[in-house]
Nanobody, 116 residues
């Protein structure tokens, strides 16, 4: 069982930056692949980035590659998403979960709005 709480979202202008955090509770955190996901209104939830248990294998969606950085601190049971050069199309609710996601673990997420 991994319980997840996202934070760090907000309103930012195009070109700005935000750092999202996901605090996890559960002894299995350090041995699972974690992912950041996002969902815009009327659209399917999509995988943004994922990171392996040890942090050595990382994958990004093509739409965010070069702008976003996923990282994790297993000592703090936390995964991060640094988002730079934000675009209006990045506007969505951002969620964290294991990868592949556990359907029962989806929470409220954190809202990211990119607008001028």
């Amino acid at each position: 069982q991994v319980q997840l709480v996202e934070s760090g979202g907000g309103l930012v202008q195009p070109g700005g930056s935000l750092r999202l955090s996901c605090a996890a509770s559960g002894s299995i955190f350090s041995i699972v692949t974690m992912g950041w996901y996002r969902q815009a209104p009327g659209k399917q939830r999509e995988l943004v980035a994922r990171i392996s248990s040890g942090g050595s294998t990382i994958n990004y969606a093509g739409s965010v590659k070069g702008r976003f950085t996923i990282s994790r601190d297993n000592g703090k049971d936390t995964v991060y998403l640094q988002m730079n050069s934000l675009k209006p199309e990045d506007t969505a609710v951002y969620y964290c979960n294991i990868y592949p996601p556990r359907e029962s673990s989806w929470g409220q997420g954190t809202q990211v709005t990119v607008s001028s």
